[in-house]
């Protein structure tokens, strides 16, 4: 096991409790999906890995070690790396400046230059806009630039929220693509997506969050086909899912 979240209640400086007793675990080289309804406590899961919640109970556990209450740069030097929902990058910054924020820590700048031709070469789109202030780059290419400044410091786990949020299908495609590579890179990879059908496709196993509580989990294929899933989070119901079947049948005789 790389992380692992054992009974988990955690909230925000003195309000309510956000997540209560929740349980996950994610393995060495796995992509695992946390779905639910917006408010669920997606978003407080990665943030509490983070250091950015205030935990109330229950442990973080990052390979042999307990990072409850570790601080973010703490956490971020132990190979953790969270690409946050929303504006996540530096918009008058170059495309190649936002890439060194990203590796703020590195002290060598040799290395730094070393892992900016790496992520140049595994974003080629980057390299092409490398000059470029990354505010005038589109919604994928902006997703493209957060991914390319979370992989500067060589993460072992990359923490995704919501990365495919307000992206045309296609782009949002190529986004999937590129977790699948960095994955099979070696970084484990845990993401909250609210493409739940996408995101359990790619997923080794998923996990369903329902008012700060673990709801349903499994492997993302069987999750894809729980009933319930399927109602509530890919907007279908057991008829419809019939019916597509028959119907794509149809189509390709
Ligand atoms: N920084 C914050 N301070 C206080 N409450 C917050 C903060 N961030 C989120 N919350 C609250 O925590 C709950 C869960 O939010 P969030 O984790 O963002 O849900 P999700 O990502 O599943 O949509 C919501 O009620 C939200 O208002
Ligand atoms: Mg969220």
């Not at 786990?157 to 045309?168: H, K, R, T, V």
């Not at 999750?223 to 008829?239: A, C, F, H, I, M």
């Amino acid at each position: 096991m790389i992380l692992e979240i054992q009974s988990l209640t955690a909230g925000y400086n003195a309000g309510p409790d956000i997540l209560h007793d929740v349980n996950l675990s994610v393995h060495e080289n796995e992509i695992v999906t946390i779905i639910g309804p917006n408010g669920a406590g997606k978003s407080t899961i990665l943030k509490s890995i983070f250091g950015l919640t205030d935990i109330r109970n229950g442990k973080i556990i990052h390979g042999s070690r307990d990072i409850t209450y570790h601080k973010t740069d703490q956490i971020i030097r132990s190979g953790i790396a969270m690409v946050s929902q929303g504006q996540n990058i530096f918009p008058d910054l170059t495309v190649e400046e936002n890439l060194e924020m990203g590796a703020f820590i590195r002290q060598d700048k040799k290395e730094l230059n070393q892992k900016k031709e790496e992520v140049f070469s595994f974003f080629p789109i980057l390299k092409k806009f490398r000059e470029k202030k990354a505010g005038i780059l589109s919604g994928g290419e902006r997703q493209m630039v957060a991914l390319g400044m979370s992989l500067m410091l060589s993460p072992e786990i990359l923490l995704l929220d919501e990365p495919s949020i307000g992206l045309a299908p296609k782009v949002m495609q190529e986004v999937f693509e590129k977790i699948l590579q960095i994955r099979e890179s070696g970084t484990t990879i845990l993401m909250v997506e609210q493409n739940a059908a996408k995101a359990l496709t790619i997923s080794d196993r998923g996990y369903v969050l329902e008012l700060g509580k673990n709801a349903l989990e499994g492997k993302g294929k069987d999750l894809l086909r729980n009933p319930r899933v399927g109602e509530l989070y890919l907007g279908k119901s057991q008829k419809a899912l019939t019916h597509k079947k028959k119907s794509v049948t149809k189509k390709k005789s």
